[in-house]
Nanobody
Framework: VQLVESGGGLVQPGGSLRLSCAAS????????MSWYRQAPGKERELVAA?????????????NYADSVKGRFSISRDNAKNTVSLQMNSLKPEDTAVYYC?????????????WGQGTQVTVSS
């Protein structure tokens, strides 16, 4: 199983970045995919999540942390096994290591996969 993030870097306040996560080794379309972030000295927090689209509720659903609503957008491509996070109007407080996560519930256990993280720094 691999989750490989890319797209991080240094950006000025107000700028944009697009993070991507390439997944392999598991049935991507069955997993809820999320982006988390962890800033120095802080706990890891959920940034955005997108359902697999295979749930009975039909269609993909997304969820965002209040701090990023209206600025960030999560999307997925099940054909390419990728999930992306478009980040606009970036603020210094968005500075963190961003992690890609895949999560699914099996009959007997839960499955949780993490990428290695990509650094996002928002600074002038």
């Amino acid at each position: 199983v691999q989750l490989v993030e890319s797209g991080g870097g240094l950006v000025q306040p107000g700028g944009s970045l697009r993070l991507s996560c390439a997944a392999s080794g598991f049935t991507f379309s069955n997993y809820v995919m999320s982006w988390y972030r962890q800033a120095p000295g802080k706990e890891r927090e959920l940034v955005a999540a997108i359902t697999s689209g295979s749930e009975i509720s039909a269609g993909e659903m997304t969820n965002y942390a209040d701090s990023v609503k209206g600025r960030f957008s999560i999307s997925r491509d099940n054909a390419k096994n990728t999930v992306s996070l478009q980040m606009n109007s970036l603020k210094p407080e968005d500075t963190a290591v961003y992690y890609c996560n895949g999560h699914a519930r099996g009959l007997l256990r839960e499955y949780d996969y993490w990428g290695q993280g990509t650094q996002v720094t928002v600074s002038s």
